[in-house]
């Protein structure tokens, strides 16, 4: 035994003596987690959270959230003698006078955009794969949650260096509190004390940043990961992978070594960021003054949806009664998120209310195999990307040199005519991509061998398929496979239920309009035109020998 | 199910690999084992791949026999819950079964190929502690201050490009390890089911009723309702605490005024007053009131502007103009940004956040964009020394809309 | 054995990222790089020697659309008046002669020395007069109120042509341009007269001090190299957005597709 193994041993000894944690310990080292790329998408985030709180706390030792007014003495000349509030001050501080401060500074706000762009990826690949079904619908409520609390974050982050930007920014958000009926002045009021600017916006967001806020995501990322850890982690169909299994690498050695692994990869690449890429240069943009503003202000990347939004709105406001009603401020910048949350949050449950499936899924589908779900994403998405698209439409018409007022009519109507569109064409293509599997399934793989046949005819060989490669589309171990439809396997791993099979069986039955919408939702190509084309329902052993992969 | 074996055979006949890997050697395992082909689920692929009966495992890996046995036995980590604690987790999850699945890597069964993996994990470690070298170098001793001397702009780059090394080579190093070194085993758990067993559910469910039951809080409505009371209302007492976030004024009023009034000189930021001589045509001026902390009120900013007094088409009201000299609140209606871009030649002002776009010659009408008023103008006049003044505060307020912002007021201007 | 349209497919992501990666470079090597600016070095000769010669490049290059006598024509404005500063910013940043119609005069590569400017400029001064230029060597400015300009800067030019002189959109298709390749004398004379749709500073709101201290300001921060790295164009947050997903989140995807292939 060398000494390594020695002291491994005498740890579990140790540790046991103590604690009496062997048997938990043993068998979280040997839990197993599947290998997928995409699972590895969420462990972005997770990583980009850990880098934001050892960044942030770094900066936190030298930045002081105060909007008392002084006067510059740091080593960044242009500014030398100029007014400003500490916040400000110790900014650029960090900036020029601490070493290394700039890389944290940079680090920490490239690490803050990449943690918001791994929760949209990693939303995206939970959502087009399904794994937000039973039993997962809370962790996709609490991931929901995360995003939301996670644009909080950013935003109040982006807004205590107390630049030039940034103040552009909390007056937009004050002004967008005031526009609420009935209670807007009220609130607004509450948070900056008083009229804009007052004097207390900065150190109040400074408490929601670095305490309440990351306290809140914190803990829901515990809960995150508790739940992924005890209901295990989903997987896709493949050969021995059923509902009641996880195949993968276990956690000690291997999966520990991956994941670790790719903690410092992401590290490494928001370094290569903080110190290659300048992002948000402070010194440039200048103290905030409530009159100055600079050409193409723009929130950073996940508030630009709502930037964009309110950039498409039309100018609709409400004048009477004594009151004012900012239309043109609401329903771009309250309304429109709080719609799009909601049905985000809601939607395991919609899905599962008008698909009527209620079954436990510990197999993921693949997009393609749920066209109508894939579609809605994409066009989720799409609608998403234009108005991202637009909260930059100042830029793309500056850079592109096109008129930004044609950009804005273009992007207006894009809002209303790109969605659909993209719904259309992916669920035409998901039902495309099913019609390739079905043929690789039943009729194999084109070997380009060409062979005339007695009467003339010429026909092309195929191959079987390889096994795995079958049951990875098929989602069955069967030999005579259809193809799985959204999976709507129950609890014994057997395909049952609607869905599973022939949809439009399941419409056509005339069971009325819940039916109808159950047929809708679980929609996929008939199987019935290839079915009389099967081979042989037993493929021969040596040929199976051979496609094994 | 699995039966207790020798741990250490169990490692080496069903999990080639690790066996390979506890030795310390990387000793070829060229001889596929049985059950290297397999799946774990007592499922139709297995069954399917056995079918053409017991092979000699000699070269080809597929299609081999299935051992059941050296299948159990292959994670001995795994089999001691046999003997575990918690006999309940136990009856939940079974024990994770190794097997291997895949053609046996090339540093499986090639010495050299791994050693050559084991050099290149070796030399992405290495790249990490130059990097660190490079780094901690760099941050005491490289010159840091931007502006001072030429080069020390790279001062952040540097740190950056050591800081990838040194996180980038073990990031890295690691992944390579445990692809090419680490087992390449395909581990097999079964999933707990979720719900307990009925038996266990209604026991829960009975003790919750009892529990309920020995408070007595079905049979005390009085007690029931005061419950209610007291801790019910317990959820309003942090409420008064946030008025302490915000002062109670009269908004109205706050959001009304500005801090013009009838004879305030138009200042610039600086503090110098504007002359009706300063200015050309298509020139413009951020001017603030010459108050105390003018120039730092938000709500006060105006952009005064001269153009051609004939191309001036119209304004707010008769008479609050000079002579082609016309000032407006620089306040955007839609969301309060200033809005300072000044098109000369067509008198067009363009609010920078979300382009409303503004008439400058037409009482500020809005022509474009979210905004839905025109910002409001400031009635100006010219005082005995040829100085701009205000005539009074706005007739309305100014910046975005809110609740209490009553259209139909005249809002009388403070004269 | 794998098919061969099994492996196309896992390299997919790959390519797309590539392309993606690809696309954006090249994106941002024709918008974002800064352009390399022409340098100058100005000397004018005797007065009348200049003029003279300034008026047969006029009578060469010009007077087809400006007329014989500076009166004007189809083609473009009358030049009585406008004064030596706006042959400088018209001509020194290539914008004159005027390639194509549009909503505004594009920045072109210069046709004009710096001393053919000059004797332009002085020719159009002699026959009608305007604002001159104060003495202004574009390798003179090498120093000035770093704060006073920038101060001045984020009050009168911020909002049009962004917070580091990058430029933006005005409406309708015209635009504030980017001031990196812009001279000093042409900064000090867009200041002076307003060309097109900006608006004019004259002496009595910014001083010569205050317009040179502004010109430097924007020099220097158009030139400084900048302590953070690549300033990848200098267009604040949204630029920064793109990095993030095809730089980052596209080199982390690589990394997961990586890690996830099996061997």
């Known amino acids: 035994m060398s000494l390594l193994e020695k002291s491994a041993d005498s740890t579990a000894t140790w540790v046991d003596d103590r604690l009496g944690s062997s048997n938990f310990v043993r068998r979280s080292l040997n839990k197993v987690f599947p290998d997928h790329w995409s699972f590895m998408l969420g462990e972005i985030a997770l990583y980009s959270f850990i880098i934001l709180l050892l960044s942030g706390t770094y900066l936190a030792f030298f930045y002081d959230p105060s909007m008392r007014e002084v006067i510059y003495n740091g080593s960044y000349i242009p500014l030398k003698g100029v007014a400003m509030s500490q916040a400000y001050a110790t900014t650029l501080e960090i900036s020029f006078d601490v070493r290394g401060g700039l890389i944290m500074r940079q680090i920490h706000h490239w690490a803050a955009l990449l943690f918001m762009a791994s929760i949209v990826v990693h939303l995206a690949r939970v959502f087009f794969t399904g794994a937000f079904r039973k039993p997962r619908e809370l962790n996709w409520v609490i991931g929901s949650l995360l995003l939301i609390l996670g644009i909080a974050e950013g935003f109040a982050g982006y807004s205590l260096p107390d630049d030039l930007l940034s103040g552009t920014g909390a007056r937009i958000a004050y002004s967008i509190a005031m526009s609420v009926p009935v209670v807007g002045t009220w609130s607004a009021f509450l948070l900056f004390g008083g009229e804009y600017p007052g004097t207390t916006i900065i150190p109040r967001l400074y408490a929601l940043h670095i305490f309440v806020v990351p306290l809140a995501i914190l803990g829901l990322i515990t809960f995150h990961m508790m739940m992924i850890w005890y209901q295990k982690h989903t997987q896709f169909a493949g050969p021995g992978r059923t509902e009641n299994n996880v195949i993968g690498s276990r956690l000690y050695p291997v999966y520990a070594a991956k994941a670790g692994g790719f903690f410092f990869l992401v590290f490494a690449v928001t370094a290569a960021l903080g110190g290659l890429a300048q992002i948000n240069p402070i010194w440039l943009y200048g103290p905030y003054d409530p009159s100055q503003v600079s050409a193409g202000s723009q929130p950073d990347w996940y508030v630009g949806f709502l930037d964009g939004s309110t950039r498409l709105m039309p100018n609709w406001e409400f004048r009477g009664l004594g009151h004012t009603v900012a239309f043109n401020v609401i329903v771009p910048t309250v309304v429109l998120p709080g719609i799009l949350f909601t049905l985000l949050i809601a939607y395991p449950w919609l899905e599962a209310r008008f698909s009527g499936d209620h079954a436990y899924h510990n197999l993921l589908d693949r997009p393609r195999n749920h066209p109508v779900r894939t579609a809605i994403g994409t066009m989720s998405l799409s609608f998403y990307v234009v108005l991202m698209i637009a909260g930059g439409n100042d830029i793309i018409a500056h850079v592109f040199k096109v008129s930004v007022n044609q950009t804005t009519y273009v992007l207006r109507a894009a809002c209303f005519i790109v969605p659909p569109l993209v719904y259309v064409i992916t669920k035409r293509w998901c039902l495309g991509l099913q019609r390739a599997d079905e043929e690789l399934v039943h009729h194999g793989i084109e070997s380009g061998t060409i062979r005339r046949l007695p009467s003339g005819e010429f026909i092309e060989e195929t191959v079987p398929l390889a096994v795995p490669h079958r049951i990875m589309l098929t989602g069955v171990e069967s030999d005579a496979p259809a193809l799985a439809g959204p999976t709507a396997h129950g609890a014994e791993g057997q395909p049952k239920g609607p869905g599973y099979g022939d949809a439009h069986e399941v419409g056509a039955g005339g069971g009325g309009k819940r039916e109808r919408v159950r047929g809708f939702f679980m929609e996929k190509r008939s199987d019935s035109t290839t079915a009389a084309a099967r081979p042989e329902a037993t493929l021969p052993e040596r040929e199976l020998e051979k496609t094994v992969d | ?415 | ?263």
Not at chain 2, 376 to 388: H, K, N
């Open chain 3, 1 to 263: 054995m794998r098919t061969s349209s099994g492996r196309l497919s896992r390299l997919i992501p790959y390519v797309v990222v590539l392309l993606g990666l690809t696309l954006v470079g090249g994106l941002y090597t024709a918008f974002l790089a800064p352009q390399s600016s022409a340098t100058e070095a100005p000397d004018a000769g005797a007065q009348s020697m200049a003029v003279k010669a300034g008026r047969d490049l006029y009578l060469q290059g010009c007077s087809t659309c400006h007329g014989l006598n500076l009166e004007g024509g189809a083609g473009g404005p009358a030049l009585q008046g406008v004064g030596a500063s706006a042959v400088v910013f018209q001509v020194e940043s290539g914008r004159m002669p005027l390639a194509n119609a549009g909503p505004q005069a594009d920045r072109k590569k210069p046709q004009y020395s710096v001393a053919e400017v000059d004797q332009l400029a002085a020719y159009i001064q002699a026959n009608g007069g305007g604002p001159q230029l104060p003495s202004l060597d574009n390798a003179e400015l090498t120093d000035g109120d770093l704060q006073e300009g920038g101060e001045l800067f984020r009050t009168n030019c911020s909002s049009c042509h962004n917070f580091a002189g990058a430029g933006g959109a005005l409406t309708y298709g015209k635009y504030a341009p980017r001031l990196e390749p812009a001279s000093a004398r042409v900064i000090y004379s867009a200041m002076q007269h307003g060309p097109e749709q900006m608006p004019r500073f004259s002496d009595g709101q910014l001083s010569e001090e205050e317009k040179k201290a502004v010109t430097y300001y924007v020099r220097y921060i158009t030139r400084a190299a900048q302590p953070g790295g690549s300033d990848l164009g200098k267009f604040g947050p949204v630029p920064e957005g793109l990095v993030i997903w095809l730089v980052g989140i596209g080199a982390l995807v690589i990394a997961t597709l990586w890690i996830g292939n099996r061997a």
């Open chain 2, 1 to 415: 199910m699995s039966t207790p074996m020798d741990p250490q055979g169990g490692r080496t006949g069903g999990a080639p690999t690790p066996g390979a890997q506890s030795t310390g050697g990387q000793t070829p395992t060229n001889e596929p084992i049985g059950g290297q082909s397999s799946f774990d689920a007592a499922g139709s692929v297995r069954d399917r791949l056995r079918s053409p009966g017991p092979q000699s495992s000699g070269g080809d890996t597929r299609g081999s026999a299935i051992n059941e046995g050296d299948f159990e036995q292959s994670d001995s980590r795994a089999d001691l819950h046999e003997g575990g604690r918690d006999e309940r987790q136990l009856s939940a999850s079974r024990t994770p079964e190794a097997a291997e699945i895949q053609e046996p890597r090339t540093e499986d069964i090639d010495p050299a190929a791994a050693k050559a993996a084991e050099r290149l994990v070796s030399a992405l470690f290495v790249m990490s502690f130059l990097g660190v070298v490079g780094f901690i170098v760099t941050y005491i001793f490289a010159p840091f201050q931007y502006g001072v001397e030429d080069g020390n702009q790279a001062y952040t780059p540097l740190l950056g490009i050591f800081m990838m090394m040194a996180l980038g080579g073990v990031g890295a190093g690691a992944v390579v390890w445990a692809k090419r070194l680490m087992p390449d085993e395909e581990a097999v758990q079964e999933r707990h089911p979720f719900g307990s067993d009925p038996d266990e559910r209604s026991a829960t469910g009975q003790a919750l009723k009892e529990g309920l039951g020995q408070t007595q809080l079905p049979r005390r409505s009085l007690l029931r309702n005061t419950v209610l009371l007291g801790a019910g209302s317990l959820a309003l007492l942090p409420v008064p605490l946030l008025f302490s976030f915000g002062p109670f004024q009269h908004k109205e009023r706050v959001l009304r005024e500005t801090s013009w009034r009838q004879g305030v000189r138009l200042i610039r930021q600086n503090g110098t007053p504007v002359n009706r001589d300063d200015m050309q045509l298509g020139g413009i001026e951020s001017v603030f009131p010459d108050v105390p902390r003018g120039t730092k009120a938000a709500d006060s900013a105006v952009l005064l502007i001269r153009m051609r007094p004939e191309e001036l088409r119209s304004e707010q009201a008769e008479g609050w103009s000079v002579d082609g000299y016309i000032a407006y609140s620089a306040i955007c209606t839609h969301l309060g940004c200033p809005v300072k871009l000044y098109e000369q030649q067509t008198h067009h002002l363009l609010c920078p956040c979300h382009q409303s776009t503004f008439a400058a010659d037409r009482g500020c009408e809005v022509l474009f964009g979210p905004a839905a008023r025109p910002l409001p103008q400031l009635a100006i006049s010219v005082d005995d020394e040829g100085y701009f003044v205000a005539q009074g505060d706005f007739d309305q307020p100014v910046g975005p809309s809110y609740w209490e912002r009553n259209p139909t007021s005249s809002y009388g201007r403070d004269v």
